[in-house]
């Protein structure tokens, strides 16, 4: 198994969560799993779902919840990731950079890799491409960043920026009634 990132708080809930091939059919390594997790004593029941082309386990174990999700990744070789959360450990997220008023937040995932600290935002908003630029820009200046260097088509921007050894880049597709952006912040210093 491998780490995926030194930490991870997806949400503010702090996650473990390695990553793993085998040569074993999807189908051995859940039914692996499953056994394994309802055998333990106390163990609550292991629910079973399917998200997209992953079968995925998840089962509270304490204050803690673990999951495993397993697809094929090409004939005869599957991929997983095996993760353990920490509900009773939640903090709420706080943001890198101030979003415009108008977008909800769906996701926040923090994460230090090798040292280097990151921030993955996804949000939604009920604006028009060129009002969220606009507001975007204005919002980057104001922090510090460099001048936004951007790519426009007609349903999407890019946004990025730098500032220090922080780098700032957004993606932001229009929507029916709006539009969904992903921020990236990686490096600087965190709030």
Do not use: C
């Not at 030194?6 to 859940?30: C, H």
């Amino acid at each position: 198994m491998e780490s995926v990132g030194d930490e991870i708080r997806v949400n503010g809930t702090p996650m473990l969560v390695r990553r793993f091939e085998a040569s074993q059919p999807a189908d051995a390594v859940v039914d692996y799993f499953d056994h394994e997790w309802s055998n333990e004593p106390y163990a609550k029941p292991v629910q079973h779902t399917k998200l997209g082309t992953w079968t995925v386990l998840n089962q509270d174990i304490g204050d803690r919840h673990r999951s495993v999700q397993v697809r094929e990744l090409a004939p005869g070789t599957i991929e997983g990731l095996l993760a353990v959360t920490s509900p009773a450990l939640h903090r709420e997220p706080v943001l890198a950079i101030r979003l415009p008023l108008d977008f909800s937040i769906v996701s926040v995932v923090d994460s230090t890799d090798q040292g280097r600290v990151a921030q993955q935002i996804m949000a939604s908003s009920h604006q028009s491409l060129n009002i969220i630029d606009n507001a975007i820009e204005s919002e980057l200046r104001t922090s510090g960043w460099s001048t936004p260097q951007r790519r426009k088509t007609a349903n999407a921007l890019l946004i990025s920026a730098n500032r220090g050894d922080a780098q700032f880049d957004a993606v932001i597709n229009a929507k029916a009634g709006g539009a969904i952006a992903i921020f990236n912040i990686v490096g600087g210093s965190r709030p």
